[in-house]
């Protein structure tokens, strides 16, 4: 079950200093996962916890989040994704392309190594 | 007749010079290797020498932290450094620590919030068995600095190794006395701006945008765009669904306020490390992870957090 097109705000708005909060998702071929952009916070944690929903639920041994057009994650962002890497079975994983380096400093800071969680060098 | 004893020791060492210093601190370490128990020492870099050469060979079972790097913010010096140490030991019967948050470059800005860190100690401890020796140097700290040192422990060593229990012993007067007003804020604010739960990711672009102009740069900035979210978040969900940033520059250091209705009632809040499976709870403490001084402002009246980071 997969939406083509999600928004926490209508139509993504474009990306400038007074953009309306929105994480818009378009899904990857041959359901590997989805490409993210927007931002992910207070406004837009529903259509992130549902992609992650999906991550794990989907049943895929390895589910891509491609977010080189995503800004910023939060705190509770990342929380609900070292959440969601938890809940996988071993050999599982989330991968994560090109994350923004408030995430990737997040998760280092309180999930080092996380073995559900994979982000390939580019 | 039986009383029940608090595990938790936590006094302060009163040093007037090197000599004092090392009488004090390197019998405390050695007598925690003597019974096996982990020991760690975060002090200013110039004292951990000493200490490390007073040690000879047993400083290799030490952990040793420059408290200058690790504990530049108060408010990180209890997560990340003392329960940070303690918390990876869960097996030791008990765990030994030398702390010594305050010295002498200390800034008035900086200080109350060192005060209100070594009162909290002792609530962040309490009914573990943990010991924190904690020096102050009496010939280089004011009076207010050593006066509150009678106020924040239980117990004060002198320079001859005298032990004399503390009968101003006062923690939570301590924080409540130092939960004043902020000063005002210097000419020149870059940014007043408004925000609720719609403008959230604007008052956080403008911030950043505002202190890239000021020159936080690289990983810095994106740890301010961090501590900016966590703050503006927590006033729409926890402090009355709206609240001011506001951000200058004030002697080397950006200065950003966050001003909300919200009343923070938890003395811990932001100091409490957050376990790997815990949801919730990492808000406050991020903040204090990645700032190099917090100070609060807190009560019925509303909440001011200001966050400073060196430019």
């Known amino acids: 079950m997969q939406s083509p097109e999600r928004t926490a705000a209508g139509a993504p708005a474009p990306a400038s200093a007074t953009a309306a909060p929105h994480l818009a998702v378009r899904p990857l071929p041959e359901g590997r996962g989805v490409t993210l952009a927007g931002e992910v916070g207070l406004a837009t944690r529903a259509v992130w916890t549902d992609v992650l929903a999906e991550a794990v639920e989907g049943g895929r041994s390895a589910y891509v989040l491609e977010l080189s057009e995503v800004a910023f994650v939060d705190v509770a962002g990342a929380e609900a994704l070292a959440a969601a890497a938890r809940r996988l079975e071993t050999g599982r994983r989330i991968v994560l392309h090109d994350p923004p380096r408030t995430l990737s400093r997040v998760l280092e800071m309180y999930w080092p190594g996380l073995p559900g969680i994979e982000v390939p060098t580019p | ?311």
């Open chain 2, 1 to 311: 007749m039986s009383t029940v004893t608090e595990p938790f020791v936590h006094p302060a060492l009163f040093y007037a010079n090197t000599d004092e210093y090392l009488a004090g601190c390197v019998p405390f370490v050695r007598e925690g290797l003597e019974r096996g128990e982990p020991v760690a020492v975060a002090v200013p870099s110039y004292n951990l020498e000493l200490i490390e050469a007073g040690l000879g060979e047993d400083a290799a079972r030490v952990r040793f932290l420059d408290m200058q790097q690790a504990g530049r913010n108060p408010g990180r010096i209890i997560p990340g450094v003392l329960r940070a140490f303690a918390d990876s030991h869960p097996d030791a019967g008990r765990v030994r620590l030398i702390g010594e948050p305050i010295w002498s470059g200390r800034s008035e800005t900086e200080y109350p919030a060192c005060a209100q860190h070594e009162a909290l100690i002792n609530h962040a401890f309490t009914g573990r068995a943990v010991s924190i020796l904690c020096p102050y140097d009496t010939g280089r700290l004011d009076e207010r600095s050593l006066a509150d040192a009678y106020v924040t422990h239980p117990v004060v060593i002198d320079g001859a190794g005298r032990h004399s229990d503390s009968p101003a012993y006062d923690p939570d007067g301590l924080v409540a006395r130092y939960n004043q007003p902020l000063p005002a804020a210097p000419g020149g604010i870059r940014l007043a701006y408004d925000y609720d739960a719609g403008t959230l990711p604007t008052a956080r672009h403008r911030s950043v945008a505002e202190a890239a102009q000021l020159g936080l740069a690289g990983e810095r900035l994106d740890d301010f765009a961090l501590i900016v979210a966590e703050l503006t978040t927590n006033s729409v969900v926890h402090g009355g669904g709206r609240g001011t940033v506001r951000l200058w520059s004030e002697e080397g250091r950006l200065v950003c306020e966050v001003r909300d209705a919200g009343h923070l009632t938890d003395p811990l809040a932001g100091r409490r490390p957050a376990g790997r499976d815990q949801i919730g709870g990492r808000g406050l403490l991020t903040v204090n992870l990645l700032a190099d001084l917090v100070r609060t402002h807190t009560g019925g009246y509303g909440t001011t957090i200001r966050v400073y980071l060196a430019l």
